[in-house]
């Protein structure tokens, strides 16, 4: 808790927690499981194991099939909000995590140079003593504080917590600034509260949904997916915005196919019309939002004519649109997106997204933005954590006045010695992130582990940053682990339970177990004041009257759905400096911000350069599925898409490869050319997460876009990295 | 007596190869092969498309020419439900079934027999939804009996347009999809 | 534009069918040329001509049996599951080409063991099969007198198993190529006429050769009116029969079908047997053997063009067919 925001979220958490938990206990409505026989039914040898994935990071709930010891196949549990009985491509194939023959097996220590991935098999002993030294010099030598902690996935919270009781708040992952993190400023300095995830977005009753770049469909964020197809089927008017022609688009009642990275002018010029046309809500504005009379100054130069010109989105369609958001007020929902780094204006961006929301009345309505059930389930008591002994340790070369959460990107470039700081980070421990594919400038992360004393990662396969590490724990795969307890808030709370449904395979190890021996070795023994992870769990499900057996049994409690949106009771309360919707953000203008969005011009490709653009395959997350042999069977390399016109003047044939070349002369492997009129002529788009190169991984098919993300553009006001800024050219 | 089919909605299908992924790890299709597959369609002009992406397999076809054409009665239709489906050990691996399936449905499975969507006639006989049909996020696979009046499939059909697959190959395949 | 991704990619399917290879283009020729032996020879027979045929009732008779052999091992060879081989003979499927023939072959072979019985001498046998020759007496005796009905016998049978060679591949309406009732009376003929080659490499008489050329000659002409008819089909047919002529005239297939099929094994010979009709003298042995060259390349083409062929994916892009 190191920032007002999460505090006060904290105290409104607890408090509606500790009702809503006794609601549920007394009132008893969850799903039913019981009525599920088929969940405990052992015929045929096949036993049903609930558990939740973690193939990306929404956590559906799961149900794994087992015979004989082999997981046989995954479904969807039926009771599990997040899943409702289905689960996204990925998670169906995640035995093919599991069952990887390339997996780690055994904990390595460095054999040779660093990154020269080159090791010797060890104990766990030998791997964690050695681990424990290094964490005990570095403190006593340095500070704890120069111990990053680089982290992705459940499966880190109890190496997070190990890691603050040793005294470092050097802390990250890649989800914020180099995804997230520019919405979830932009709507909290607008609405003194984040959109969080799983998205609070009420797709499944909207009656207009409004996509910039999200591409849902493609983007296979579970449940978001679901609510997609159920607003369709209800006739909900869709508008995608993209330079692409996404899947989205595909369904869309207006495709606008923007020209990359002005989305900003795009916004105000759809406010402009909404003000001029009378067509915001009134009621609403009136009441809950500051600074109506300076956006409706602000946006008056925006007319979509003027806007056609840099967007080249036609006037009548900007207007027929913006008409529309009036008409289906206030069920419209400006989807905030989720990956939302691009160009470096991005909190700008999404307080543009937010603030048209406002005018439109959508925060806190039905087919919105709802507000998401909260549920307290304290964890054990354990001993305040160590204060910091340095300020934020990512913000020293640089500070981004509201980053509110540690910055991935700060954390590599405090890694460099530099004179001005007083705490270069001396040692990393990565769990469950490939930062040589996550972090832009993959060259510069390479650079920073050259200077650190000390590397360690757990990881499940030989990925990139495996090769880099000193010491490698191989995981426990989330079939063959506990982890802690999910406790989810969407429209219903509940807390899910991550159990293994097989034994771990190889010499593996589950991370809590790695932290609490970790913390043995450190003398931190009083921050796992519990024997065991059943111990953990069962204690702490008892705050809420369950028991680990129930959990085990039925794998996730739902509790009583609370209101959801203002018409059904919620209190308009908004966590910002004027307790207002803050159209106009007194917080950016403090900070000498743009307190309303301006749009700003961003480069152009050069001649015979095109914009490099990615996302995501619906079959694959990022890397950390490329190498899935099950997944692999339906997609299991990228490929450039390149407009017709383009590829006809660079003689490139669909179907043949190429290689990419950007701007500043770093070359990608071949990759396979699809020639397609489904996108501008400014822009190319590859999926993120191909071309491998770690050479213990079986499939290096592809490219990999963040080899040619050579340059960023970092948001001012909170430090993200831009990334849509590099062009490509073909290498013929 | 049921006729068990297939609605698909095209609206709701985003071509996310789920139902092929549960596909695979339910029947344990072997490695390299499919049962369903996607096929995506765009055409218009820039930036005026339309598309249409299908989840398709085995039409379960009231004609079935992969029937007809089975020299050893492998293939066969089901009594009662009018799932076509091969007996394995009755079958040759001819190929003439493969041949005469106008929509390229079958495959030979490895281990030697005529392989194909067998609408998950193990499933359902234990009263479950087919593994496609189970898992699809957007829930746009229905299955059930096209014979039952008033059935959900029927209500389906009824409310949109609605086409099958190659018409003119006269096969009256029992998987429709919603435009 | 029209941008179709089909991500289905299953192997011998996409991008094409490739299920069949040589050794159904190698079993349907010799079925075709069996089927023709048999019918020569029964008509040969039927017209109490075998004084001066020789070659046609003697030797070629012999080599039905062993030429549908060779076929139906090639046959074999194709099954993915050979051990269960017997599953064509546990049952008759009324409706499917292949069990039709199945037991068309089945029933061939007797026909034939009897036209070897009935040939004329007793010496039909040399060599190591010399021993078969006292089995045979015992046949003689027995099909003594039922010559003619033997023959027609083989006749009947031999025009079943010809057409049938076509009907297994015409039967497929998913294959447009195939999908042509002119098909099996074009394996036919072409069968006839591989069959005539056949009898005019066996070291017929000059009688015989020059008879068997004349008829060779007509059999080639059918057949070249047969195929212009099939072309002129496909090019006024459904776009799925267009596409699939269009391989033959101007597609992958275009080339080998007019050399091989075409100009070698039809036009070719056709010159030569006029040639030898006029009295010109070239090998006997050329038009025939490119006659039965002819012959297989069109099962080849035939059966590797077919399994390219597909139906229009044209008419299922878009268009609603019902409510
Ligand atoms: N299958 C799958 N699903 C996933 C993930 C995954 O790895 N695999 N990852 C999950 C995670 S962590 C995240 S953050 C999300 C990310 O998913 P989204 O939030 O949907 O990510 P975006 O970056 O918005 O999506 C990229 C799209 O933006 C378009 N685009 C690029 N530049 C511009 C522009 O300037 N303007 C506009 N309007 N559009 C542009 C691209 O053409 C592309 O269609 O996906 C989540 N879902
Ligand atoms: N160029 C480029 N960069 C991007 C993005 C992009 O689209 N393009 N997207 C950005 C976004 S939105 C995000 S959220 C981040 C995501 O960034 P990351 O989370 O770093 O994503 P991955 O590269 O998939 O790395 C995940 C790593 O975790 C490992 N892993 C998987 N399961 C387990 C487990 O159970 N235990 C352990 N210990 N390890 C495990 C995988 O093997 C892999 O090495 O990337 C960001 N960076
Ligand atoms: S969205 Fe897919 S990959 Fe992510 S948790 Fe759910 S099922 Fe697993
Ligand atoms: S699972 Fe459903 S949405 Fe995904 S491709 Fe299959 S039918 Fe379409
Ligand atoms: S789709 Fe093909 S395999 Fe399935 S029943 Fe119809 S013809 Fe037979
Ligand atoms: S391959 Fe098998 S199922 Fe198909 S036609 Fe031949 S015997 Fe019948
Ligand atoms: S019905 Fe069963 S066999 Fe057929 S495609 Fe669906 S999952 Fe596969
Ligand atoms: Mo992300």
Redesign the pocket.
Known sequence: MTNGINRRQFIRLAGFGAAGAGLAYSGLNPWGLSAHADLTHTGSGVREIPTF????????GVIAKVKDGRIIKLEGHPGHP??NGR??P??NG?TGLTYDKDRLRQPLIRAKKRGEDVFREVTWDDALDHIAEKMIYIRDEWSADCFALFNHGYGATFIKHLIKAYGSHSIAAPSYAQCRGPREVGFDLTFGEEVLSPERTDIVNTRMLVLIGSHLGEN???TQVQEFADAISNGAKLVVVDPRHSVAAGKADWYLPIKPATDIALLLAWMNVIINEDLYDKEYVDKYTVGFEQLVQHVKSYSPEKVWTITGIKPELIRRTAREMGHQKPAVLIHPGRHVTWYGDDTQRSRAIAILNALLGSWGRKGGFFYPGELDVPKPETPPYPKPSFDRVDLQIKNYPLAYNTLASGLCDATFPAPQTNCQLKAWFVYGTNLVHSLPKPQQTMEAMQHLKFLVVSDVLPMEIVGWADVVLPDATYLERYDDLHVGRFREPFVALRQPVIEPMYDTRPPWWVAKELAKRLNLDSYFPWDNIEQYLDNRLATVGLKLSDLKRDGVKVFPRQPLYFEDGIQPEFFTNSGKIELYSSSLAAHGYDPIPVYTEHGEPPQGYYRLLFGRAPVH?FGRTTNNPVLNRVIDSNEVWVNRRVAEEWSLENGGDVILKNQDGVESSPVRIKVTERIRSDCVYMVHGFGHKAKRLTNKKGANDSDLITRYNTDPIMGGTGMNVNFVTFVT | MARYGMVIDTHRCVGCHSCVISCFMENSVPEGYKRDWIVEVVSGEFPNFRSEIRSERCNHCDNPPCVFVCPCGASYVEEGTGTVLVHNEKCTGCKACIAACPYDARFINPAGFADKCTFCDHRVKDGLLPGCATTCPTKAINFGDLDQPGSHLHKLMHDRSVKSLKPSAGTGPNVYYLL | MIEVTNYRDNPLIDPHLEIWEWQISVYLFLGGLVAGLMILNGLWRIRDREHETKAITNSAVLWAPVLISLGMFCLWLDLVNKLNVYRFYMTFQIKSPMSWGSWILFLVYPAQILAVAVAKGSDVFGGVLKGLNPLLQILKSITNGREKQIAWLNVVLGVMLGIYTGILLSATAARPLWNTALLGPLFLVSGLSTATAWNMLSRPTKIEHSSLAKWDFSLIITEMFLLLLILIGFLSGTEGHQSAGMLLLGGGFTAVFWIFVIILGLLFPLWLELREMRGHSTPAWVAPALVLLGGLALRFVMVQAGQVSHLPDTELLFGAVGH
């Open positions: 994935c973690e193939l990306c990071f929404w956590k559906c997040l899943s689960l996204c990925r998670g995640g296979m964020h579970n997350t």
